[in-house]
């Protein structure tokens, strides 16, 4: 009898402790059902932010405000006393020249310009070592007309060796890919950002049908050059010419391939 009452005593514990583990898993799942929640709002709230953040003036991707004059003085001070030629940035007797073929709408473009690319600029191309040539190639931007467009009215502002201004000022501002930001305000809306251009004649300008061939003849170029996406940066000096295997190479990087054909 004794012998029973302890087994059904041991039972009883078993079935006590179960019960109380299976509650204690019970209150850990709802904590971490609460801390997931917390977790994915947090996610939210930044994703908005970033959002916000990167658009300053809204959907359109174009900057307005403190925003936008910051940007204004950024690029202006990269920029300021190089040379500009058209599409050519940088004394035209530089040793190196690096030509860069991109698309204004292609968000790797905007990754390379704003992060290595700057400080080359900012090196090698105000110290005279290197000059820059832009060359356009359509590859995100969707639609052909747009891409024309956009290129075609950074090419207007390049008559007034604004150029380079001009694609600074669009990549730092580029709107989500696919969401068709690039429209008359948002090119006008660079425009105005740029100090000193002529906007009666930028807008006279992009009617000109030698920069529509312009933007043609440099897609053709680019395919003839075996370019597949953009960007893709091809450097030529004394020693040759080397095409840099990284779609955004580091600055270090960068460097490299001025130094293999230098």
């Not at 509650?23 to 932010?49: H, K, S, T």
């Not at 395919?223 to 940066?233: D, E, K, R």
């Not at 020693?239 to 295997?245: I, L, P």
Request: aromatic fraction near 6%; charge should be positive.
């Amino acid at each position: 009898m004794a012998s029973r009452t302890k087994q059904k005593e041991e039972a009883r514990a078993r079935r006590v402790a179960e019960e109380r583990a299976r509650a204690e898993r019970a209150r850990r799942d709802r904590r971490l059902r609460m801390l997931a929640g917390v977790v994915l709002g947090a996610l939210a709230l930044v994703a908005v932010a970033i959002a916000v953040s990167s658009g300053g003036g809204g959907s359109s991707g174009l900057k307005t405000g403190t925003q936008a004059s910051q940007t204004e003085n950024q690029v202006d001070q990269l920029l300021s006393g190089i040379s500009q030629s058209g599409t050519r940035l940088g004394n035209p007797k530089a040793p190196v020249t690096l030509t860069y073929y991109g698309d204004l709408e292609c968000p790797i473009c905007k990754q390379f310009t704003i992060s290595s690319f700057s400080q080359l600029v900012a090196n090698e191309v105000r110290a005279g070592k290197v000059q820059v040539v832009y060359k356009a190639f359509q590859t995100a931007t969707q639609s052909a007309s747009t891409f024309q467009n956009q290129q075609v009215a950074a090419l207007a502002a390049g008559n007034q060796q604004r150029f380079w201004n001009y694609t600074e000022l669009f990549y730092h501002q580029q709107g989500q890919e696919g969401t068709a930001y690039a429209n008359e305000t948002f090119l006008t809306g660079l425009a105005k950002q740029i100090p000193g251009l002529n906007q009666t004649k930028w807008q006279a300008d992009r009617s000109a049908p030698a920069l529509l061939s312009q933007v043609l003849a440099e897609g053709q170029a680019g395919s003839a050059a075996g370019v597949q996406g953009t960007p893709t940066l091809d450097f030529q000096g004394p020693k040759g010419k080397v095409r840099a295997s990284q779609a955004v190479p580091t600055y270090a990087q960068l460097q490299q391939s001025i130094k293999q054909v230098s």
